[in-house]
């Protein structure tokens, strides 16, 4: 058998035309284009498609959910580093920097660094931390070049990805290693991006098989404090990686991907020493230099076997091994997930997804110096292992030409709240080709994590009146799962070949929201002063006054808001791109006793002023004569009340040369104009704000 | 949109869902082309002008055996023409005479089986044979068309064609993925 790659006789010009159809998904030509194609060009261009809405490969104009897909394109074009970094471009994301390794990412409101309603994917593997109901962005990473595109959904997608997909869906895709053959080096250096590099190399094996290997590093500086000077909070990490997928027969496909990683970030911590409690500023430390050690590693299996096109069953096997060791907590956590998946049309116009999950995660905690993990009866547990069945099944309904509705929903067994269940409905009404309408209803719930039910921190809260006092938080295991009924409403059209417009509404109903209130027991079990009103816990040494604080389900939530986003190919070479998110949240709380009532309206302060109520983007994209390509990307977002951050807008800009086909040049600069920046703060966490700074590197990227 | 008015009442927006249901479901259904299908369309008309039949005649016939969304796009290039040939696309059932109504006969979203057969039919016949259906070459078809990642290639069996008499020319085995 004789094997031949691609021969790579496509004119750069003519790449360029093609890569911009697979920018726009929607602005597809109509069948006579691609019949004047070259068949050279027909089979290297690529098909655009979305998986995330239905599970199943769908034309982005049909899905009947406000996504967004920042394809590879955007962001190699955009001079991003980091996947976080990426998610700027989402219409109505609200992505804030709050240290040199902590980001807190969040859409349609609640935005904090354990912003706990976005579920995260990286390949089908979900990476949201079930011990601190948080994502741990520092450490979710791969080849920038390999991701094939992040697919966002604003809105829940519960019904089929599960519980804590309440506010939205976050899918990085990345390239199948059939798609990344060859080798690749990329280098980089800057102030702020230190040092970078990269390497991949992608090759074949048997007559169906590929396979890629990629390894990372980098280093970036720190930030900065608020006086300027360097906060020290670097970070640097290590990733090696691989995949590789071949068909063992005709209609099996199998892949195998995974990847390894270690690193250290040293964030600021500021906390109360038990040991040395006189020790100046009432024995509130802040400590510095301290390394926190970040490795992992993970596995993913993936079976597929095809009976025809209205028919596949897949396999999915998950292990992750992730480990922290912070000073305030080490954490080792290891998971098993199982996913089965059935698609097929029992009748005609019936698409049918359902299927099964199990995921097994266990925990091992230990030098538990500030944050404790806690059995029922208060003592101390090193160790936990939790269980999550799972059941779902999506009938994708096409009416007729023009109406599509697809019910799915999801019933599911988790170790705190036992039962829940989780419906969708949703409506596509296609008027014409090129405009379509899409209504949506979904149930989705937020299941309590085991920070907020067996974790208990202490000497790491800060908060003052007048002087400084503790606040020790106490886990709460009767919690109940928040709540959220759903209704989204949207809008897209295409006018002619060079205008987009997606328009997205939604109107969400929270209810039993997790809130502080006070506790009635001290952290060490003995019973504060003044109960009733406002208990107050004495330290041995009495050195700082500590309010002793649980969690309830004491709000009720009310957001809604509109997401826009515009496309414009002004010209050939010339693309635009402009985003525009707003968003309202009104809470409320739902106590009986005055004194709760109380201590619940500072909560309802705190949930309406989590998130900016405005963020927008405009970005374009010149690709110049003599292959020069520069690209302008300016954002913006209005102030985070809590967080005491006002507006501000940021500038990006990236200039490129490409020499030929295979070796680009590139410099980009970022948030230009502003020496530095915070972008968010907040005390529960014990970290401390740092500041990003004006920033630039360049970059070599060469694919032989 | 009447879907707006309801928005105020999950029931209300259920209870509409539900009547659109009943009241279009009598309503014929012709699932919408992808751009998959306008690609694969425009692949299959692209590689007829690759190909040489022993004998010439002033119609090329493509027959289509399969249903699916494919098929109104491949109507889209009935009447169009390849190499001074006028194409006709016509749509056949698995019992046809191929070898007698055909030039090319494209088959898709039908089972292993029959597609093994209708091979078996057509070997040594001067019919160019060509399916998305996996491993198609291997079954002895003449050209797949795969999809891997986001692009879609094809893969020629040229020992089939050349022993139905046909010619493929130099260039098109060029740029198959894989050639046997």
């Known amino acids: 058998m004789k094997t031949q790659l691609l021969p790579t006789i496509l004119a750069s010009s003519l790449l360029l035309a093609i890569n911009a159809q697979a920018d726009h998904p929607v602005k597809e030509p109509d069948n006579d284009d691609f019949l004047d194609f070259s068949l050279e060009e027909l089979i290297s261009l690529d098909i655009p498609d979305v998986t995330s809405v239905s599970r199943k490969k769908q034309r982005l104009m049909d ?213 040395d409690p006189f020790a100046g500023n009432n024995g509130i430390q802040r400590l510095e230099n301290t390394d926190r050690d970040q490795r992992g590693g993970n596995l993913i299996a993936h079976w597929k076997k095809t009976i025809s096109d209205a028919e596949d069953y897949s396999l999915r096997a998950v292990l992750d091994d992730y480990q922290n060791f912070d000073y305030r907590i080490t954490e080792k956590r290891q998971s098993f997930d199982l996913e089965f ?40 547990k090193d160790s936990r292992q939790d269980n999550l069945y799972s059941l779902f099944a999506q009938d994708d309904i096409t009416l007729n030409k023009s109406w599509n509705v697809s019910f799915s929903a999801r019933y599911e067994h988790n170790a705190f709240t036992g039962e829940e269940f989780q419906p969708n409905a949703k409506l596509t009404w296609k008027a014409t080709e090129d405009r379509t309408f899409w209504a949506s209803v979904s149930k989705a719930v937020k299941t309590p994590s085991v920070s907020e039910t067996a974790v208990f921190s202490d000497n790491i809260t800060f908060a ?46 929270y209810e039993n929201i997790v809130a502080y209130v006070s506790d ?99 970005r374009s994209s ?73 920033s630039w590197y360049a970059q070599v990227r060469w694919s032989f | 949109m009447s879907v707006t008015k309801s928005t105020s009442s999950k029931a209300a927006i259920l209870g509409f869902i539900i009547a659109t249901l009943l009241s279009l479901h009598a309503m014929t259904v012709r699932a919408a082309t992808s751009p998959e299908d306008k690609i694969k369309t425009a692949i299959i008309y692209k590689i007829t002008k690759f190909i040489s039949w022993p004998k010439r005649t002033q119609n090329l016939t493509i027959c289509v055996l399969g249903e699916g969304s494919i098929n109104n796009e491949l109507h889209k290039i009935n009447h169009k023409n390849t190499m001074g040939r006028r194409l006709s696309v016509t749509h056949r059932d698995a019992n046809a005479p191929f070898d007698k109504l055909c030039d090319a006969l494209f088959m898709h979203s039908i089972d292993n089986a029959t597609v093994k057969s209708v091979l078996k039919r057509l070997e040594g016949k001067p019919v160019l ?3 998305d259906l996996r491993s198609f070459t291997d079954y002895g078809g003449m050209i ?19 022993g139905a008499d046909l010619n493929i020319s130099s260039k098109l085995l060029k740029l198959a993925k894989t050639v046997k």
């Open chain 1, 63 to 275: 899905s009947a959910a406000a996504i967004f897909v920042i394809t590879s394109e955007d962001i190699l074009r955009s001079g991003v580093t980091s996947i976080p970094e990426a998610l700027r471009m989402v219409p109505g994301m609200q992505v804030a920097r709050f240290n040199g390794n902590t980001w807190s990412i969040s859409t349609r409101g609640f935005n904090y660094i354990f912003a706990n309603k976005l579920l995260v994917l990286i390949d089908g593997r979900t990476v949201y931390s079930p011990l601190f109901s948080g994502v741990n962005w520092d450490v979710q990473d791969t080849l920038m070049e390999d991701i094939d595109r992040i697919e966002v959904i604003r809105g829940p997608g519960a019904a089929l990805w599960g519980a804590n997909a309440v506010n939205g869906v976050i899918n990085v895709i990345t390239k199948k290693a059939a798609d990344t053959q060859g080798n690749l080096v990329s280098l980089g250096a800057g102030n702020e991006e230190k040092a970078f590099g990269a390497y991949r190399h992608g090759g074949e094996f048997g007559e169906t098989g590929y396979y890629k290997v990629y390894f990372k590093a980098f280093e970036r500086d720190g930030l900065a404090k608020a006086d300027g000077s360097d906060a020290n909070d670097d970070w640097k990490m290590k990733r090696a990686g691989f995949r590789t997928e071949w068909k063992p027969t005709a209609d099996t496909d199998l892949t195998f991907l995974g990847d390894i990683y270690e690193g250290t970030t040293r964030p600021i911590l500021k906390i109360f020493d038990k040991n």
């Open chain 1, 341 to 380: 998946q059935h698609y097929f049309q029992p009748l005609e116009n019936h698409d049918l997804v359902w299927g099964a999950s199990f995921r097994r995660t266990w925990y091992q905690l230990s030098d538990m110096r500030y944050i404790e993990h806690r059995d029922k009866d208060g003592n101390k």
């Open chain 1, 464 to 509: 003052s009146i007048g002087s400084p006092f503790i606040v020790s938080i106490a886990g709460n295991r009767d919690l109940n799962s928040e709540e959220l009924n759903a209704f989204e409403l949207g809008y897209r059209e295409q006018f002619g070949s060079s205008f987009r417009l997606d328009i997205t509404g939604f109107y969400n109903q």
């Open chain 1, 520 to 618: 009635t027991k001290c952290p060490d079990g003995s019973m504060p002063l003044n109960p009733q009103a406002f208990p107050i816990c004495l330290s041995g040494n009495n050195s700082l006054l500590r309010f002793p604080t649980t969690l309830v389900n004491g709000l009720d939530a009310t957001t809604y808001g509109l997401e826009v986003v515009a496309d414009w190919q002004a010209k050939d070479w010339w693309k635009l791109q402009f985003t525009y998110g707003w968003l309202q949240v009104d809470a409320s709380h739902n106590a009986n006793s005055p004194a709760l009532a109380s201590a619940l309206q500072a909560n309802e302060q705190l949930v309406e002023n989590l998130s900016a109520k405005n963020t927008m983007n405009l």
């Open chain 1, 622 to 694: 010149m690709n110049l004569p003599n292959q020069w390509y520069f690209d302008v990307w300016v954002r913006g977002i209005s102030n985070l009340k809590d967080a005491d951050v006002s507006g501000y807008t940021a500038l990006d800009l990236r200039l490129a040369k490409k020499i030929n086909d295979n070796l680009e040049f590139s410099i980009v600069a970022q948030n230009l104009f502003d020496k530095q920046r915070a972008e968010f703060s907040e005390i529960f966490s014990g970290l401390d704000a740092t500041e990003i700074e004006e």
């Open chain 2, 129 to 131: 044979t060509i399916s």
């Open chain 2, 144 to 162: 797949g068309l795969n999809r891997s990642g986001k692009k879609i290639n094809f893969s020629i069996n040229n020992t089939s064609a050349s």
